[in-house]
């Protein structure tokens, strides 16, 4: 059952979590500029945001790096 919501969801465009994508945000320091990494562990969180572990849209922030620097990918919701 759960499966075919899956599939059906897949097909009009939205994953399963009821998400179409997100947008990156840079995480500043507070004298404005970019937190630099190596990886997305080096990227400073929360304990309710989690490291990126693939480029496909979560249902929840991440922080990963990027180029360089970190930044925060927040999901959004499909319309």
């Not at 979590?17 to 997305?40: F, M, P």
């Amino acid at each position: 059952m759960a499966t075919m919501a899956v599939v059906a969801a897949g097909l009009l465009g939205c994953n399963d979590l009821e998400n179409c994508g997100s947008t990156a945000v840079d995480i500043t320091r507070t004298d404005g500029g970019l937190y630099r990494c190596v990886t997305s562990e080096d990227c400073p969180r929360t304990s309710r945001v989690s490291v990126c572990v693939t480029d496909v849209s979560s249902e929840r922030e991440c922080v990963r790096c990027e180029e360089t620097h970190c930044v925060r990918l927040i999901p959004e919701a499909c319309q």
